[in-house]
Antibody, heavy 120, light 110 residues
């Protein structure tokens, strides 16, 4: 069974940093592109960042470019999102999502999400 | 504002059919496959349709997808109260090099 388990969310002050992790199991992690998708309270889905299967190529939404960094460790089957210079508008549930193949493919598995609250 | 445009809400009676539209441009829907996601209240999104009209295993054939030009449509027949959810369209945007979603459509089964 494919499983994605996020961790690392929490309460942080504006300007602060957090590192999210997503532990994957049940599939060959190194074969699939992965992404982070967030959902602010009561709002819709917003794609945040994606990374190719090898980790060589990374992609970012304009709203987080220059502040967030996505990475992966295929030896540990783990996806990461380093979030710096956090703002109130980054408050959301952050989902780790597996893509069906490459970065242009849809998401066929989602984690349960980890909440991030940016507030003083 | 979302890159893809969906109606905020749709409604229909149990047993009826409903369609949800998703409008984009040549850089996204016009040249890439469209997928649809269902998010039931309090749950994570679930893939409903991929490659415009393909259903993952376990998704009933009451759900269908289509695409024409720069627009896509999700159709749901034989509506059930359990279909009440938020529905999102998504695709790759070749100009942005980013995944884009619609703003979501809330389906109410009256």
């Amino acid at each position: 069974e494919v499983q994605l388990l996020e961790s690392g969310g929490g309460l942080v002050q504006p300007g602060g940093s957090l590192r999210l992790s997503c532990a994957a199991s049940g599939f060959t992690f190194s074969t699939y592109a992965m992404s982070w998708v967030r959902q602010a309270p009561g709002k819709g889905l917003e794609w945040v960042s994606g990374i190719s299967a090898s980790g060589v190529s990374t992609y970012y939404a304009d709203s987080v470019k220059g502040r967030f960094t996505i990475s992966r460790d295929n030896s540990k089957d783990t996806l990461y999102l380093q979030m710096n210079s956090l703002r109130a508008e980054d408050t959301a549930a952050y989902y780790c999502a597996k893509q069906m193949a490459a970065i242009t493919y849809p998401f066929d598995c989602w984690g349960q999400g980890t909440p991030v609250t940016v507030s003083s | 504002q979302s890159v893809l445009t969906q109606p905020p809400s749709v409604s229909a009676a149990p047993g009826q059919k409903v369609t949800i539209s998703c409008s984009g441009s040549s850089s996204n829907i016009g040249n890439n496959y469209v997928s649809w996601y269902q998010q039931l209240p309090g749950t994570v999104p679930k893939l409903l349709i991929y490659e415009n009209n393909e259903r993952p295993s376990g998704i009933p054939d009451r759900f269908s997808g289509s695409k024409s030009g720069t627009s896509a449509t999700l159709g749901i027949t034989g509506l059930q109260t359990g279909d009440e959810a938020d529905y999102y369209c998504g695709t790759w945007d070749s100009s942005l090099s980013a995944v884009v979603f619609g703003g979501g459509t809330k389906l109410t089964v009256l």
